[in-house]
């Protein structure tokens, strides 16, 4: 049987999808400015949590998660 030991960066990025899955881009945005003030590369990060979106995916996203909220789901 054999393991593969992830490396830090496969770590991180994993790390980021669960978050991302659970808290939506902005708080994961906000929490890893946060985390690692001065560490990174936003441009990378910018790009990898919001390349495939546009206003209006952003704005339906918002109000899924408003409208989830008001439905105390959230």
Known sequence: M??????????????????????GAAKVARFLA????????YLAMRK?????????TLSERVQAYEKGKEGGSA
Request: net charge negative; hydrophobic share 45%.
């Open 2 to 23: 054999t393991a593969k030991v992830l490396n830090e960066q496969e770590i991180v990025q994993e790390a980021v999808e669960v978050l991302l899955e659970h808290l």
């Open 34 to 41: 946060a985390w690692q003030t001065g560490a990174g590369d």
């Open 48 to 56: 990898q949590l919001f390349d495939e979106e546009t206003v209006a």
